[in-house]
C-alpha cells in the first residue's frame, strides 16, 4: 500500500480559517504583480495574511465595496478603471485622496472603509531614497497631466517643490494647477525641462513600440535627473536618450514598490520589506530601500 507523504509546509504556507484577507479590483487584474508582492512580503514576516486578485468590471465598484465591507476583507488596492469610482463609495477618504479624489487603497476601521492615495507619496519616497534628491528643494517639470501625474504633482508640491507641468492636451495641465491652487505649482513649455533638476515623465509614451519620444531629449543633460514613471519596459527610449545626454535616470519601479509599500504599512503596521517585494517579481531595486 502506498502512503501519502505528509506535506510539509511552513507555518502560513496554506489559509487558514483565521487567514487576514486584502485584495486587489481592478480590469484588467489577471496581469498585476501585486499579489506576489504582497503574499512574499507577509510570508517574510511570518504574517498569517494573504491578497488576491478579484476582476471587476467597470460599473462594480460600488457592488465590490459592498462585498468588501460584508466578507470582512481586512485591506483592498485599487487599480484602473476604480480609482475614481472607489473614492466616491466608500465612507471617509483621507486628505490626499480626497483633494485627488481618486483611490488607490482602502484600509478598514472597525465598520468604517476609508480611502488613501499612497501613489504620490510612492513616488517621493522613492526619489527621496534611491536618488539621493530632496524633492522640496528641486526645480521639477512633470510632462503629462493624467492621474499618475496629479498624485506625483501634489505630493511633490506639498513636499515643497517649484513644479511645472507640460502636457500635449493644455487643457488639462492648466486644469490641474487651478484645482491644486498651489503658488509653486504652474504650467510651462516643454522648453523648461532644460532648466528643470527633475524631469518626471508620466505620459503612457514609451509603453509601446512605436511611441515617439515625450520630449526632445536634447533638452536634459548633465546634472538632471529623469525619472520615467513607466517601469515595462524597463528601459524606456526616453531614459536611454537621456542616460546618453549625460542625466541621471530611474524608471517607475521605484514609485511601484514604494506604493505598495505604503499600502503594507497602512494595513498592517509594520515596515514593508522592500527588497523581497521587489526580489518576489524579479525587479532590480537596489538602493537605501530597507533602511
Ligand atoms: P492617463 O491618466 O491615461 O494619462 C496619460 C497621459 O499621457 C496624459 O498626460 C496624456 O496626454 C499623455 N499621452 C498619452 N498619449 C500621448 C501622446 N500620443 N502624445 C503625448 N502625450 C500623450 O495615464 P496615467 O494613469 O496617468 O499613467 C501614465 C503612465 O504612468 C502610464 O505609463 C503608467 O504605466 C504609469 N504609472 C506608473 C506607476 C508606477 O507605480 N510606477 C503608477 C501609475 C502610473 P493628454 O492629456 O494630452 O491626453
Known amino acids: 500500500m502506498c502512503r501519502e507523504k505528509p506535506l510539509r509546509m511552513n507555518e502560513f504556507a496554506l489559509p487558514t480559517a483565521k487567514t487576514k484577507l486584502v485584495a486587489v479590483i481592478g480590469d484588467p487584474v489577471r496581469h498585476s504583480l501585486s499579489p506576489v508582492m504582497f503574499n512574499s512580503a507577509f510570508r517574510a514576516l ?14 462594480s465598484s460600488r457592488a465590490a465595496i459592498d462585498g468588501i465591507r460584508a466578507l470582512n476583507i481586512v485591506g483592498l488596492s485599487v487599480t484602473t478603471p476604480h480609482k475614481e469610482t472607489v473614492a466616491a463609495a466608500v465612507d471617509q477618504l483621507s486628505p490626499v485622496a480626497m483633494k485627488l479624489g481618486a483611490v488607490n487603497c482602502v484600509r478598514r476601521s472597525g465598520e468604517v472603509l476609508i480611502g488613501e492615495n499612497t501613489d504620490g507619496k510612492g513616488f517621493v519616497e522613492s526619489v527621496r531614497s534611491g536618488l539621493g534628491l530632496e524633492p522640496g528643494r528641486s526645480k521639477v517639470v512633470v510632462v503629462g497631466a493624467g492621474g499618475a501625474a496629479r498624485a506625483v504633482i501634489l505630493a511633490l508640491a506639498e513636499a515643497g517643490a517649484t513644479i511645472a507641468v507640460v502636457n500635449r492636451t493644455k487643457d488639462k495641465a492648466e486644469k ?8 509653486n505649482v504652474s504650467t510651462s513649455g516643454f522648453e523648461s525641462i532644460s532648466d528643470a533638476d527633475l524631469v518626471v515623465q508620466a505620459t503612457s509614451l514609451g509603453m509601446g513600440n512605436d511611441d515617439p519620444l515625450p520630449f526632445d531629449p536634447n533638452l536634459i543633460g548633465k546634472g538632471q535627473t529623469l525619472v520615467d514613471l513607466i517601469y515595462h519596459p524597463e528601459r524606456t527610449p526616453i531614459v536611454a536618450a537621456a542616460a546618453e545626454h549625460g542625466a541621471q535616470t530611474a524608471n517607475g519601479v521605484g514609485m511601484l514598490l514604494h506604493q505598495a509599500g505604503e499600502q503594507f504599512r497602512i494595513w498592517t503596521g509594520e515596515k514593508p520589506p522592500l527588497q523581497v517585494m521587489a526580489a518576489a517579481v524579479g525587479l532590480s531595486f537596489g538602493q537605501n530601500t530597507d533602511e
Do not use: N, R, S
Not at 511570518?46 to 460599473?59: F, H
Open 46 to 59: 511570518g504574517m498569517d495574511w494573504l491578497y488576491v486578485a478579484l476582476p471587476v468590471k467597470l460599473g
Open 176 to 183: 490641474i494647477v487651478d484645482q491644486m491652487a498651489m503658488k
